[in-house]
């Protein structure tokens, strides 16, 4: 068993504080649950998901009753929340994961969690990197310019490395202008279809238990909980945050509540545009175009070329949001001890982890330029194998954690509400293994690892990606027993992500 992490020292204490890296300052900023809302649902990357990620659940999922699995997942995920939310407050640490799993569980399990977390953030950032780069190399090629997909996807490497470089007040404007708008032209196509009265009538048949249960739910919650990823990222804002204990909270019950209602209203809207019984077959014909073909048959030609224009934002400010989370995760691991010092620098100017978003910035394009000379398929296999990873790695990150919100309470009594700090998490805990367990039993589904017949197998694609999984959380575990035995100082300051 991990030893124990000590509780936390008041933030007034000269305690509270660990000896940072050299030439480190801290992260500052007045952010708003505005701003951090913005921040974090726009790494949901809202057009993308119901224009790509929604089309393919209602495909391979349960037909006309997916919008529904957005409702199971938000609440899963809200049940989640409040033990998150409590957390922030009894650990006034912005390392989110790894920080809760290592107090709440030890200094092991937490470092295990931060390596985990590193690679879901970082190969859901790739895959919507490979998906860019396909839609602006499909989008020129109709304009007569011709380059290969990774090409675009470097190009736009570079620009979301200059934004994460500056300022996060600069990267929170733009994503707000870019999150408001496709969220608007979304919420026009449904009023469109409300307007119409749809393909055959409105009516609430996709959350009827027949329709939910039909077809194969258990793919279709897969990528309905794929859609809330980033979501949980409100915690890593902390120093940047205006009065954290009431803005993270607040940001982060608005951030997984928001997510839930657009996206349930939206696919509704998707399904009522066609009709339930039409709409699978809609999907089948081309589930990348079937948003734009759906725009353009209720809002006309403008509003197909205007979600064309926001589909390439939308997955812009989606990797610009998720190159801003991993690059604080770093930051903080490495005031935590763990990755090399110069992680923790802060810009002087842009009061920004400069040095950590320069690192991010050169292994998005290391990867895109080794899946490029593999001949990968930037949306078959770059987005569709890594965000298999990414949720996965989540749905196990999101159970931890919220065994360790339970754990943490139950030997430090600074928080005695039940259902803040047992009741809503274990509740949490018991629907995320539950989503787990579904996500393993259909992966092979994802990576198309069939036999012959058609039916499920864990050959080798899954077995390698699944391993992924398995592999980074065991490097961060060996690295905390090394570290306990070569570097006891180091060891004991695993847990905390210093702000």
């Not at 307007?195 to 897969?222: C, K, R």
């Not at 048959?297 to 801003?324: D, R």
């Amino acid at each position: 068993m991990s030893a124990p992490v000590a509780p936390v020292p008041s933030p007034a204490s000269p305690a509270a504080a660990a000896p940072a890296p050299a030439g480190a300052r801290t992260l500052a900023g007045t952010l708003g649950p505005t701003a951090i809302v913005f921040m974090v649902v726009a790494a949901a990357s809202p057009l993308t998901v119901v224009g790509g990620a929604a089309p393919l659940g209602i495909l391979l999922g349960n037909g006309a009753g997916y919008p529904a699995l957005y409702v199971a997942a938000g609440v899963v995920l809200l049940l989640f929340s409040v033990g998150l939310a409590t957390m922030t407050r009894s650990v006034p640490r912005p390392g989110a994961f790894f920080t809760y799993v290592g107090y709440g569980l030890g200094r092991r399990p937490g470092l295990a969690a931060a390596f985990l977390a590193l690679l879901s953030y970082t190969t859901v950032q790739v895959a919507v990197y490979g998906y860019l780069g396909y839609v602006l190399a499909t989008t020129f090629a109709g304009l007569g310019v011709t380059l290969p997909w990774w090409l675009w996807t470097l190009l736009v490497v570079a620009c979301v490395g200059l934004l994460g470089y500056r300022h996060i007040d600069l990267s929170s404007k733009v994503l707000g202008v870019l999150l408001v708008a496709e969220i608007a032209i979304v919420l026009a196509v449904v009023a469109g279809v409300l307007v119409t009265g749809g393909a055959d009538g409105l009516s609430l048949t996709p959350f009827e238990p027949a329709t939910v249960m039909s077809g194969s739910p258990a793919i279709g919650l897969m990528m309905a909980i794929a859609a809330f990823i980033g979501f949980e990222s409100t915690a890593i804002f902390r120093d940047e945050a205006r009065d954290p204990d009431r803005t993270i909270p607040r940001a982060t019950y608005a951030a997984v509540v928001g997510v839930a209602v657009f996206y349930t209203v939206a696919t509704w809207g998707i399904v009522m545009a066609w009709g339930p019984d039409e709409v699978v077959d809609v999907a089948a014909q081309d589930p990348g175009a079937m948003l734009m073909v759906t725009t353009a048959k209720y809002l006309g030609t403008a509003g197909q070329v205007i979600v064309n224009v926001l589909l390439v934002t939308s997955m812009f400010a989606c990797v610009l949001s998720f190159h801003n989370v991993v690059a604080r995760y770093q930051h903080s691991m490495a005031h935590a001890g763990v990755l090399p010092g110069r992680l923790g620098r802060v810009h002087a100017r842009h009061a920004s982890p400069h040095t950590s978003s320069l690192v991010q910035t050169a292994t998005a394009a290391v990867l895109t330029a080794v899946f490029a000379a593999l001949g990968w398929d930037p949306m078959l296999q770059v987005f569709t194998w890594l965000s298999g990873v990414s949720t996965i790695a989540i749905a196990v990150l999101m159970a931890v954690t919220s065994l360790a919100v339970i754990v943490w309470f139950t030997r430090h009594r600074d928080d005695t509400r039940a259902w803040n700090t047992r009741v809503a998490p274990a509740l949490g805990l018991v629907g995320l293994l539950a989503a787990a367990a579904a996500i393993v039993a259909n992966f092979p589904l994802l990576v198309s690892d069939v036999d012959a017949a058609g039916n499920p197998t864990f050959g080798a694609v899954s077995l390698v990606l699944l391993g992924l999984v398995v592999v980074f959380p065991l490097v961060g575990w060996v690295q905390a027993e090394v570290l306990r035995r070569r570097r006891p100082a180091s060891y004991q300051r695993i847990a905390d992500a210093i702000s």
